[in-house]
């Protein structure tokens, strides 16, 4: 059976509405029977707009009660009301009131999309088309107005009610009712609207703006958790300070508040004043979360804090610009990250997961642009690419720009478009108007999809002192798109001589280069150097200044040669990253390395974990070895990922078994005693450790004991945790009582749970999804929880490719009858998983054949909903 009737909405078609909201005032009465909504909408017909146009509004599964304008119920013709709304049809041509009432219930919501309720608390979901499940509405992101909440609930079950803005009065209402009135000033679209009720625990502290305006700030969540919110109140007020000091940016309200809910589609959600976050983003305890949950925390409570300038203040005119929101304030959460924590660090990091997510999506069927031109459900659209890569974009402009051009080009941007819904073409001309750039051609970046391909090769004349230098750049094509032209790739770059040392130069020729920029718009760029006294080796594109894929003619020895001397830190690390990838792929296809070349690599590696100039948490990075899915990209075709993660396995054990003891002292030594803190310092202790023990145990026969002692010894989830994740990926003796054990001593915590899923989902070996099969079918596994569905195969999918990807098609099956089910239930979860398919064209044929077939089954047995078949659709067209 087919989905619901294809619907492609494009960008070339948008059009603002005839109408425009001028003030919505909200009534709602909550009660554990239902939900009751009524709505008085102002309405005006724009200039433009011809007497008699229809007003069509947005509703999805509402139940209308009543509705009127001006006070007087509309007769049954004057409206109509379908699947996908309500029509006025033929409205008065003057500013008028439209009222609705419907009925909701939000106990059945499953989606989690509109207002439902978890664990008992009622809450909402509106980003991106949830406010149409709440109430009939213009629901779309141009549509900008101040609301006023009424909320009346029984004060027993509901005594927190929470709505956007300030709260302007409270009260009884009788028969055990009470109510709260909130009022937000700030015009904004449906999407930023938020409500809770519900009996709720909160820690509160204050904020004093630099201007001196005191902000009150409060963190809910369910009784008991106070304490677990206080490093994401920390991170709260730090996010507020920086972005005062580093943009400029004040925030505008008098309180600010956050709820932690457990049943939540995303990471979290920026609405206007009332932040709704999933709670894994908001409990810390050094017992139950990890050094990484902490980061994670830090980050994404700054970046729903740094949406209330970019995406609330100045939000997106529609969903084609959702990167306009998202890609730019992901940026400033990574700047925010690397001012608070350590800055190549934080960029390897993001590197690391874009090259492991996006860079895959960019080459795949679901390719897409930063800024699509079309789509059939809007919610397949809140990506890596709209993310990650949207920052990536955003980066490259200040690259380019340099910090005070991209910093005047902010404060144009906030000055110009503060209060509008506005789009990447704006956004992009405050650049050019502040700095006098051109950037059409730098335009294309966010209208084209896929991974340029940049192509470095060198040589050197010693008798002319030259040293010249051609860069070319392609990029293939990708669904919709064929022909790719030209992107503007900036490359930052520097010579580095035979001592290890920069190397100057006193003239370049055939194009610009301005101090340590190269910047290739063309197909390809040959630059000369001239009085260049040595063979340099290139340091190419430093801290990864464009998002593209570099192959360069260094030689192994060239690149561990960086890997020693490179003064830019994120080049030191991905040459030897490099290096590992190339042999680990070789490998996979029948090339075994060459012994000097991995004895070269091995001394490489404990010459960086012996630096003493270097810290810990750069040394784990450089320690950790390519993911299955890093190697697999740089095989490009006919991949079998069982013999990618045996080349993997092998190479790690050439690695570490002559350095076995070594790497076993090192471990040893670097225990931290001190109390738990989860500050850089002391996580980059720990993460450098629990790499060494992931080496160990891959790579010798002493770590699998090394692990299990740690996991029992540990006294912070961190390193528990490692000790299980090493001890399963590697499917050690000990790994299965392991599991064992943390499942009973951690059982009850939901959070803590999910990473037992994820360990578990990771296991190498054959019976691992008869494993994950039993637990799924467990009667009381919380399946509509979207992070327990997540944590099982969310990182089934995506991290266990030898099992997802297995010849028998198991693995592929597995996931598409899981996904038919939870696609009845949650949409939106399903869909996600199933992006994993996108592997599939990388896979050798048979595989190939066998995830295929299992997407055409469950495409053609059941009737999907359009998250779920359009995800399929694409990924079998492509
Ligand atoms: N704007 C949020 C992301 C988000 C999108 C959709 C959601 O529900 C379906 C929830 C959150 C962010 O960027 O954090
Ligand atoms: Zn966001």
């Known amino acids: 059976m087919r989905t619901e009737t294809e619907h492609t909405i494009f960008l070339k078609d948008y059009a603002p509405t005839p109408y425009s909201v001028v003030a919505v005032d909200m009534d709602f009465k909550i009660t554990e029977a239902g939900t009751r909504v009524r709505t008085q909408m102002t309405i005006e017909p724009r200039p433009e707009t011809e007497p008699g146009t229809p007003l069509v509004l947005d509703g999805d599964g509402l139940t209308l009660q009543s509705i009127a304008i001006d006070g007087a119920p509309l007769m049954m013709v004057a409206y109509t009301t379908d699947d996908d709304g309500l029509t006025v049809v033929e409205p008065p041509f003057r500013r008028f009131v439209l009222e609705t009432e419907v009925n909701l219930t939000p106990e059945t919501n499953t989606k989690l999309m509109g207002l439902y309720r978890s664990s008992g608390t009622w809450c909402t979901q509106c980003e991106p088309e949830g406010f149409r499940r709440i109430t009939y509405y213009l629901d779309r992101p141009d549509i900008l107005a101040p609301f006023k909440v009424r909320i009346t609930a029984p004060r027993d079950i509901a005594p927190v009610l929470l709505s956007n803005g300030n709260l302007i009065d409270k009260g009884e209402a009788g028969d055990g009712m009470h109510f709260a009135l909130w009022e937000d000033p700030f015009p904004k679209p449906a999407y930023l609207f938020a409500l809770v009720a519900g009996d709720l625990g909160s820690i509160t502290d204050t904020f004093t703006t630099s201007s001196g305006r005191k902000v009150d700030l409060a963190i809910y969540c369910t009784h008991g958790k106070e304490a677990e919110c206080l490093y994401a109140m920390d991170s709260l007020k730090r996010s507020m300070a920086w972005d005062e000091k580093r943009f400029g940016r004040e925030y505008d309200l008098d309180v600010f508040n956050i709820v932690a809910v457990s049943d939540f589609n995303f990471g979290a959600m920026e609405n206007k004043g009332l932040n709704i976050f999933n709670d894994k983003l908001v409990f810390a305890l050094p017992e139950t979360a990890s050094d990484a949950n902490y980061a994670n925390i830090e980050r994404v409570i700054a970046h729903e804090y740094f949406h209330n300038w970019t995406g609330n203040r100045i939000t997106c005119r529609d969903w084609f610009q959702l990167c306009l929101k998202e890609g730019l304030t992901v940026y400033r959460d990574q700047e925010f990250s690397s001012d608070e924590r350590s800055r190549p660090v934080q960029r390897i990091h993001d590197v690391e997961n ?525």
């Open 354 to 878: 874009l090259r492991i997510t996006q860079f895959p999506e960019d080459g795949g069927p679901l390719a897409h642009p930063p800024r699509p031109d079309r789509y059939r459900e809007i919610n397949n659209f809140y990506t890596t690419t709209v993310y990650q890569k949207g920052s990536e974009v955003v980066r490259m402009l200040a690259t380019l720009l340099g910090e005070a051009g991209f910093r005047k080009g902010m404060d144009l941007y906030f000055e110009r478009h503060d209060g509008e819904a506005t789009t990447i073409e704006a956004f992009l001309k405050v650049f050019e108007d502040a700095t006098g750039t051109d950037l059409s051609q730098f335009s294309r970046w966010y209208l084209n999809a896929g991974t340029p391909a940049v192509t470095a090769s060198d040589s050197y004349d010693a008798a002319s002192q030259t040293y010249t230098l051609t860069l070319t750049q392609k990029t293939a094509p990708t669904p919709n798109q064929p022909d790719k032209p030209p992107f503007v790739i900036p490359v930052k770059f520097g010579l580095i001589g035979p001592n290890g040392s920069p190397m100057g130069w006193t003239a370049v020729a055939g194009g610009t280069v301005k101090d340590d920029l190269i910047v290739l718009d063309g197909d390809s760029v040959t630059l000369t150097f001239t009085g260049v006294a040595n063979r340099p080796v290139p340091s190419l594109l430093r801290g990864f200044s464009a998002p593209v894929k570099l192959s360069t003619n260094l030689t192994q020895q060239d690149l561990l040669f960086l890997a020693r001397h490179d003064s830019d830190p994120f080049n030191r690390w991905d040459a030897l990253q490099t290096v590992a990838t190339q042999l680990m792929a070789a490998a996979a296809t029948g090339s075994q390395p060459a012994s000097a070349d991995v004895d070269a690599l091995r001394q490489a590696i404990m010459d960086t974990l012996g630096d003493p100039a270097l810290d810990h948490a750069f040394k784990a990075q450089v320690i950790a070895m390519p993911d299955e899915t890093v190697i697999a990209r740089q095989i490009g075709r006919d991949v079998d990922p069982s013999a990618v993660a045996e080349a993997r396995h092998a190479l790690i054990r050439a690695i570490v078994g002559p350095v076995a003891e070594r790497v076993e002292a090192l471990h040893a030594e670097l225990q931290v005693i001190e109390p738990y803190s989860p500050g850089a310092a002391q996580a980059g202790r720990r993460s450098l450790r629990n790499g060494l023990l992931s080496l160990l145990t891959a790579g010798s026969d002493r770590g699998a004991a090394l692990a299990e002692a740690q996991y029992h010894a540990a006294s912070n989830m961190t390193d528990r945790y490692a000790a299980l994740a090493i001890s399963a990926h590697n499917w050690t003796k000990a790994a299965p009582a392991l599991l064992g054990d943390f499942r009973t001593r951690f059982g009850g915590d939901p959070l803590v749970f999910d990473k037992w899923l994820v360990a578990s989902s990771q296991a190498p070996d054959d019976a691992v999804i008869e494993r994950l099969r039993a637990i799924l079918a467990a009667p009381d596994f919380p399946r509509t929880n979207p992070n327990r569905l997540r944590a099982l195969l969310g990182s089934f999918v995506m991290s266990n490719p030898a099992q997802f990807a297995r010849a028998d098609g198991l693995g592929f099956r597995f996931v598409t009858e899981a996904a038919a089910e939870i696609d009845k239930v949650n949409p939106q979860v399903a869909a996600r998983v199933l992006t994993g398919f996108r592997i599939l064209p990388l896979l050798e044929a048979g595989r190939r054949e066998a995830g295929r077939a299992a997407l055409e089954a469950l495409r053609n047995q059941h009737t999907l909903s359009r998250n779920t078949g359009d995800i399929i659709d694409r990924i079998l067209a492509g």
